[in-house]
């Protein structure tokens, strides 16, 4: 069966993950060429994973002619490749979030009409989150009723790094990690967001936030409690999910990623599982999808809910973008 040749540009720190990713489906792919401003970056990449080297991601797509691409620069530069790809017929992995406004998201999403686009909200192929799914479409937690997310640590980086220029980025990190946690949210639920509000505060010297707050109403009535900060010196990483009839809890730090505890059992059930990251099993779903054999698991119309919300949640905290 003929590779797929897939492309990156952006070589920064969240490529690698993809290249990662791509390296190890080689029996499926073919690393050709990647990409960015600063070749320096590019290069280091290319000698760790193959694959040509450009500066310009442009000159990428009209040289090479990749089956597929995954686009992993800054949200600011993401449309001119998206359009671009759409025009040669390459299917895109584009990072999250999607863009920096919900506006910059419909633009991608209408550039990519008829063809293969999926975002890398990568925590939809996490296998806890996907057996938590499971769980509650069996019945076993009953009705859902909250769901609290936190996801928070130390940026070292903050003040040094593009994530913290609103231009580039589009905001900090409600728009940087909370994006994650709406998604998240979304798949858990199967229902789409009516309500949210937002609280922001910035402790570090930088021009956006660096945490924040979100509540979230469902359309079904599941509350949503999301929190993430870059200045907490502890990290956390989970989703406790509160049901009618029990509870579970997706932990990224324990050995057991998922435990649940359902009414009238004395004790938490652990559930392990094997070492095929996200970010594997999201690649793998991106080929299917190039293939032809699957439809993206993020759609579109998913970049396009989860920034819908994005917005209400800086218009509720009064940022004007």
């Given at each position: 069966m003929?590779?797929?040749?897939?492309?990156?540009?952006?070589?920064?720190?969240?490529a690698?993950?993809?290249?990662?990713?791509?390296?190890?489906l080689?029996?499926?792919?073919?690393?050709?060429?990647?990409?960015?401003?600063?070749?320096?970056?590019?290069?280091?990449?290319?000698?760790?994973?193959?694959?040509?080297?450009?500066?310009?991601?442009?000159?990428?797509?009209?040289?090479?002619?990749?089956?597929?691409?995954?686009?992993?620069?800054?949200?600011?530069?993401?449309?001119?490749f998206?359009?671009?790809?759409?025009?040669?017929?390459?299917?895109?992995?584009?990072?999250?979030?999607?863009?920096?406004?919900?506006?910059?998201?419909?633009?991608?999403?209408?550039?990519?009409?008829?063809?293969?686009?999926?975002?890398?909200?990568?925590?939809?192929?996490h296998?806890?989150?996907?057996?938590?799914?499971?769980?509650i479409?069996s019945?076993?937690?009953?009705?859902?009723?909250?769901?609290?997310?936190?996801?928070?640590?130390?940026?070292?980086?903050?003040?040094?790094?593009?994530f913290?220029?609103?231009?580039?980025?589009?905001?900090?990190?409600?728009?940087?990690?909370l994006?994650?946690?709406?998604?998240?949210?979304r798949a858990?639920?199967?229902?789409?967001?009516?309500?949210?509000?937002?609280?922001?505060?910035?402790?570090?010297p930088?021009?956006?936030?660096?945490?924040a707050?979100?509540?979230?109403?469902?359309?079904?009535?599941?509350?949503?409690?999301?929190?993430?900060?870059?200045?907490?010196?502890?990290?956390?990483?989970?989703?406790?999910i509160?049901?009618?009839?029990?509870?579970?809890?997706?932990?990224?730090?324990?050995a057991a990623?998922?435990?649940?505890?359902?009414?009238?059992?004395?004790?938490?059930?652990?559930?392990?599982?094997?070492?095929r990251?996200?970010f594997?099993?999201?690649?793998?779903?991106?080929?299917?999808?190039?293939?032809?054999?699957?439809?993206?698991?993020?759609?579109?119309?998913?970049?396009?809910?989860?920034m819908?919300?994005?917005?209400?949640?800086?218009?509720?905290?009064?940022v004007?973008?």
């Amino acid at each position: 069966m003929k590779k797929i040749r897939v492309a990156v540009i952006g070589a920064g720190g969240i490529a690698g993950a993809h290249l990662r990713a791509y390296a190890s489906l080689a029996e499926r792919c073919e690393i050709v060429g990647i990409a960015d401003i600063d070749e320096s970056a590019a290069r280091a990449k290319a000698e760790e994973h193959g694959g040509q080297v450009f500066a310009d991601g442009l000159a990428l797509l009209d040289q090479l002619q990749p089956d597929a691409v995954s686009i992993c620069t800054p949200p600011k530069y993401r449309i001119p490749f998206v359009e671009a790809a759409a025009e040669r017929g390459i299917a895109v992995l584009c990072e999250k979030p999607p863009a920096r406004t919900l506006a910059e998201t419909g633009a991608i999403v209408d550039a990519m009409r008829g063809g293969a686009l999926q975002f890398a909200f990568c925590h939809r192929f996490h296998a806890p989150l996907n057996a938590a799914q499971d769980l509650i479409r069996s019945g076993a937690l009953g009705e859902l009723v909250q769901i609290e997310n936190r996801f928070a640590f130390r940026f070292e980086r903050a003040g040094n790094s593009w994530f913290t220029e609103a231009d580039i980025a589009g905001g900090g990190i409600l728009i940087d990690t909370l994006v994650h946690s709406i998604d998240i949210f979304r798949a858990l639920t199967g229902q789409e967001i009516e309500t949210a509000q937002a609280a922001l505060s910035s402790t570090l010297p930088i021009e956006v936030e660096d945490s924040a707050s979100l509540l979230l109403r469902s359309s079904g009535g599941v509350l949503g409690a999301l929190n993430c900060s870059w200045v907490t010196p502890v990290a956390d990483a989970f989703v406790r999910i509160h049901g009618t009839e029990g509870q579970a809890i997706i932990d990224y730090n324990a050995a057991a990623g998922l435990r649940y505890q359902v009414a009238g059992d004395s004790d938490w059930t652990a559930r392990h599982f094997d070492g095929r990251d996200r970010f594997l099993r999201q690649a793998a779903h991106f080929l299917d999808c190039v293939e032809g054999k699957s439809q993206p698991l993020v759609s579109g119309d998913d970049g396009l809910a989860v920034m819908r919300v994005i917005e209400s949640a800086y218009e509720s905290a009064g940022v004007r973008r």
